[in-house]
């Protein structure tokens, strides 16, 4: 990691350590931590990590954004910093000017359309929109006669519909009806909807890998301190077993999630070794966020499934963010169909790239 990476890094774990305690949250019924986090996030530039400096962002690396999310996955924000940071790295790529406050990208799944109608507005509906109801601007990419382009969108011209994701935070449905965008302009050249579910799906499988982290941190802690048939549960060779278990799937999406994010911010493109890295760290997290969230609460037991405890703040999350911006099954389909693309004689040559 390098130093400015850490420094960001740091920044961020600090500002989760002091504002977003998981009981803390717990406990808060009204949500008066969100002001105080977002407040803070935002005079630490964090939000716009990813937009340059020229279009009001902080101008930080790909690398430092990536080391924010991970974590934030640590800490299971319920926030739109993930968001935020995607609108704005959309939004940069047509070099438009990133406003303050929350924002949230759509489409948010890879088989949702917006169309750029002839005079300028933009029409469509885009389902599964995170934190849709909480952001004041939406960047969206849409698709019209003359290609691709990238809009700012004020949240408040758009229909939106109120849902819940597994982990209680909202997932919405967005419909644009003719509006008229801030601002818009041509996505750049070889651009597409792929790129940016493939950047979401890695802001996705490092937020998933910094859950498991800590999922795995909260069961080791947790079976040091139960105390059953007079030993600590530790001591139970089937309890052992399953924190090992718990460990490996941890490891597996930490080192997906983080080879992934490498490959984005040392390639000049989305190339098939990118979508390779991109799209199999999004099935690998998604697979540990299913066997690893059971076996964390199978370690818990019955106090484990209780709503007062802090470990449905990560178990939760990490499996809803198993569905944004493409589902493990999706991203099989589509890797699937990159290799018998390439035929088989090019597969190994493929995986070995890195």
Same mark, same amino acid.
């Given at each position: 990691?390098?130093?400015?990476?850490?420094?960001?890094?740091?920044?961020? =774990?600090?500002?989760?350590?002091?504002?977003?305690?998981?009981?803390?949250?717990?406990?808060?019924?009204?949500?008066?931590?969100?002001?105080?986090?977002?407040?803070?996030? +935002?005079?630490?530039?964090?939000?716009?990590?990813?937009?340059?400096?020229?279009?009001?962002?902080?101008?930080?690396?790909?690398?430092?954004?990536?080391?924010?999310?991970?974590?934030?996955?640590?800490?299971?924000?319920?926030?739109?910093?993930? =968001?935020?940071?995607?609108?704005?790295?959309?939004?940069? $790529?047509?070099?438009?000017?990133?406003?303050?406050?929350?924002?949230?990208?759509?489409?948010?799944?890879?088989?949702?359309?917006? +169309?750029?109608?002839?005079?300028?507005?933009?029409?469509?509906?885009?389902?599964?929109?995170?934190?849709?109801?909480?952001?004041?601007?939406?960047?969206?990419?849409?698709?019209?006669?003359?290609?691709?382009?990238?809009?700012?969108?004020?949240?408040?011209?758009?229909?939106?519909?109120?849902?819940?994701?597994?982990?209680?935070?909202?997932?919405? +449905?967005?419909?644009?009806?003719?509006? $008229?965008?801030? +601002?818009?302009?041509?996505?750049?050249?070889?651009?597409?909807?792929?790129?940016?579910?493939?950047?979401?799906?890695?802001?996705?499988?490092?937020?998933?890998?910094?859950?498991?982290?800590?999922?795995?941190?909260?069961?080791?802690?947790?079976?040091?301190?139960?105390?059953?048939?007079?030993?600590?549960?530790?001591?139970? $060779?089937?309890?052992?077993?399953?924190?090992?278990?718990?460990?490996?799937?941890?490891?597996?999406?930490?080192?997906?999630?983080?080879?992934?994010?490498?490959?984005?911010?040392?390639?000049?493109?989305?190339?098939?070794?990118?979508?390779?890295?991109?799209?199999?760290?999004?099935?690998?997290?998604?697979?540990?966020? =299913?066997?690893?969230?059971?076996?964390?609460? $199978?370690?818990?037991?019955?106090?484990?499934?209780?709503?007062?405890?802090?470990?449905?703040?990560?178990?939760?999350?990490?499996?809803?963010?198993?569905?944004?911006?493409?589902?493990?099954?999706?991203?099989?389909? =589509?890797?699937?169909?990159?290799?018998?693309?390439?035929?088989?004689?090019?597969?190994?040559?493929?995986?070995?790239?890195?």
């Amino acid at each position: 990691m390098a130093e400015s990476e850490n420094i960001v890094a740091e920044t961020a =774990e600090k500002i989760f350590a002091d504002l977003a305690d998981a009981q803390t949250i717990n406990n808060d019924k009204k949500g008066a931590w969100r002001a105080p986090l977002w407040q803070a996030l +935002t005079e630490a530039g964090l939000p716009l990590a990813w937009v340059p400096e020229d279009c009001g962002g902080s101008g930080a690396s790909l690398a430092e954004g990536f080391s924010v999310l991970s974590a934030a996955g640590r800490s299971a924000v319920a926030v739109p910093l993930a =968001e935020t940071m995607l609108a704005g790295w959309l939004l940069a $790529q047509a070099k438009i000017s990133s406003p303050e406050g929350e924002m949230t990208v759509i489409p948010a799944s890879p088989k949702d359309r917006i +169309t750029l109608n002839a005079d300028g507005s933009l029409s469509g509906r885009a389902r599964g929109v995170p934190f849709g109801k909480a952001a004041k601007h939406i960047a969206v990419l849409a698709s019209g006669n003359g290609g691709l382009s990238i809009a700012l969108v004020e949240a408040g011209k758009c229909r939106i519909e109120a849902g819940l994701n597994l982990g209680g935070d909202h997932s919405d +449905t967005v419909t644009l009806d003719k509006v $008229q965008p801030i +601002t818009i302009k041509p996505a750049p050249k070889g651009f597409d909807q792929s790129q940016l579910m493939l950047m979401g799906g890695v802001a996705r499988s490092l937020q998933i890998a910094g859950a498991l982290e800590s999922m795995l941190e909260i069961s080791v802690r947790y079976s040091n301190e139960r105390v059953a048939f007079e030993k600590k549960i530790s001591k139970f $060779q089937a309890v052992q077993h399953n924190l090992a278990r718990l460990a490996g799937e941890s490891a597996a999406a930490l080192a997906a999630a983080t080879s992934a994010a490498d490959a984005i911010a040392n390639s000049t493109s989305f190339n098939d070794e990118v979508f390779l890295e991109a799209a199999s760290a999004k099935i690998r997290c998604a697979e540990a966020a =299913e066997k690893g969230g059971a076996i964390a609460h $199978q370690v818990h037991g019955a106090i484990g499934f209780t709503i007062e405890h802090i470990l449905h703040r990560y178990s939760l999350r990490a499996l809803a963010w198993r569905d944004d911006f493409g589902s493990e099954s999706f991203w099989a389909v =589509e890797l699937g169909k990159l290799v018998a693309n390439r035929g088989a004689d090019e597969l190994w040559p493929l995986v070995a790239s890195r």
